[in-house]
């Protein structure tokens, strides 16, 4: 007989640290012992989509089931957050703008190579296709423009069906995405050496050891003299010294060691 599934299901503690040690493990993302209610119900429609009884059950097929790849691929879009704004942490974005980027320019005048990478802005990445799609589309409603004047949303943005805007062609057609997992080195083979990178607000949902992993990695991907741009509580102070912090007004950049230093940019003591 047709039994329905309830989907109102309990997450053990056992279930919790399974699940949670295996996202941990994948993405970096580390849920507490207090966001064990969060995991479940952010994990519940994935049951009732699979049809499964338990979390004990998700475990084993994101664990072992023919098609665990898909399913981890599925299944991080509901983990991670994807909020965010235009514009958001501004003196970090000034520090970029008017300082580190004339540092750049004036290193690269010298040499053959004037080509600027940033991951993050002229290359994206992310785990979330979900959240790669939305990136492509690059249409975003109102709450995403509330940092930003009216002036600057003309100059940047169009008016589209189904959103409040979109960013403009020449715009889009600078920035390329491309699906990456941050915790694995996999990830950073296929990009160019990078001039900056920035991953801010992803961190702060990953565990130290975690956090350390992937910022030897951005360390790897960078040009010697190049710039890490984080979060505001995002520090690394307690976690790593391999890259030096600069402190500016309202902002901290972090650098690589490298031949940029020699043009060091000037910190506010
Ligand atoms: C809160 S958003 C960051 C928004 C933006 N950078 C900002 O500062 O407002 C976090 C993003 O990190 C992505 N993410 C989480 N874990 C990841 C991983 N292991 N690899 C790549 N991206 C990841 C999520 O999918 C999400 O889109």
């Known amino acids: 007989m047709f039994q329905p599934i309830d989907h109102n299901v309990d997450l053990s503690e056992e279930e919790f640290r399974l699940l949670r040690d295996l996202i941990h493990e994948r993405f970096g993302l580390f849920f507490d012992d207090n ?54 942490e501004m003196p970090q974005l000034q520090v970029f703008a008017e300082t580190v980027l004339r540092s750049i320019k004036e290193a690269k ?25 939305k990136a492509r589309r690059a249409a975003y409603h109102h ?16 008016p589209a069906a189904g959103a409040a805007a979109q960013v403009k062609e020449p715009i889009r057609r600078l920035v390329s995405f491309r699906a990456g997992n941050l915790v694995d080195a996999a990830s950073y083979a296929p990009l160019p050496r990078l001039d900056v990178v920035f991953c801010r607000n992803v961190l702060i ?20 003299g190049g710039y890490l741009f984080l979060g505001h ?32 940019l000037p910190a506010v003591s």
């Open 109 to 133: 005048s010298a040499g053959p190579d004037r080509t600027l990478r940033v991951l993050s802005q002229v290359i994206g990445m992310d785990v979330d296709q979900v959240a790669l799609e």
């Open 35 to 88: 966001q064990r209610s969060s995991l479940r119900s952010r994990l519940t429609g994935r049951l009732a989509s699979l049809d499964l009884q338990s979390f004990e059950d998700y475990y084993h097929y994101l664990r072992f089931g023919p098609q665990r790849g898909d399913e981890l691929q599925r299944m991080v879009t509901h983990p991670t957050n994807n909020e965010t704004y235009f514009y958001r």
């Open 143 to 158: 709450n995403s423009f509330r940092s930003l004047s009216p002036a600057v949303k003309e100059r940047h943005f169009v």
């Open 205 to 224: 949902y990953f565990s130290d050891a975690m956090i350390l992993k992937v910022v030897r990695l951005f360390h790897q991907a960078l040009v010697p």
């Open 233 to 264: 509580a995002e520090s690394l102070s307690r976690i790593t010294d391999l890259f030096t912090p600069i402190r500016f007004q309202g902002a901290m950049v972090y650098r690589k060691e490298g031949p940029h230093e020699a043009r060091a």
